[in-house]
């Protein structure tokens, strides 16, 4: 840091370290804005906006697909990257199959509220956990990993 100005200090030395203390206090002012390139979200390991903005929805939802018994099915990957794959689930009412296939080594815990609470429970690396759900009420259920949940690991499960 510039040491403070001494009563010895020339006019022009004086003006100099304060313009130094100005460009400081414009790279403070610059630092703490720039907090807000990471929007809503707060960053990659905030807990994130309990609304997401509109970019962060738009991953294409996939369609779940019914079986000769009704049962509408679908797998989703969870990673060591901490994603889902399809991060978006759409499905008709009723009755839904979801199987969760870890396809890497970091365990996972998928929660789904519909609105009772449920989820898969704990997942190992290379595991596969099935979750079977009636839903009747459209609407957009989000399906956050209890270990992951704050660094963003979560899909959305969309009834319509
Ligand atoms: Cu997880």
């Known amino acids: 840091m510039t040491p403070p100005p001494r009563p010895t200090t020339s006019p022009l030395l004086r003006t100099l370290s304060q313009l130094l203390a100005l ?24 807990e994130g906006a309990a609304t997401p903005p509109a970019a962060a929805t738009a991953a294409p939802a996939v369609q779940a697909v019914q079986g000769s018994d009704g049962v509408q099915r679908i797998e989703i990957t969870v990673d060591d990257e901490l994603r889902l794959t399809p991060q978006v689930v759409a499905a008709r009412p009723g009755r839904i199959e979801l199987t969760f296939r870890n396809v890497g080594l970091t365990p996972h815990d998928i929660a789904l509220r519909i609105p009772a609470a449920t989820g898969t429970g704990n997942i190992n690396g290379s595991a596969t956990d099935t979750l079977t759900v009636e839903i009747t009420q459209p609407g957009t259920y989000p399906m956050p990993c209890l270990y992951h949940g704050t660094s963003g690991m979560r899909g959305t499960l969309q009834i319509r």
């Open 23 to 46: 460009t400081g206090a414009l790279a403070s002012t610059f630092a703490v804005s720039g907090c807000a390139l990471w929007g809503l979200e707060g960053g990659p390991d905030a």
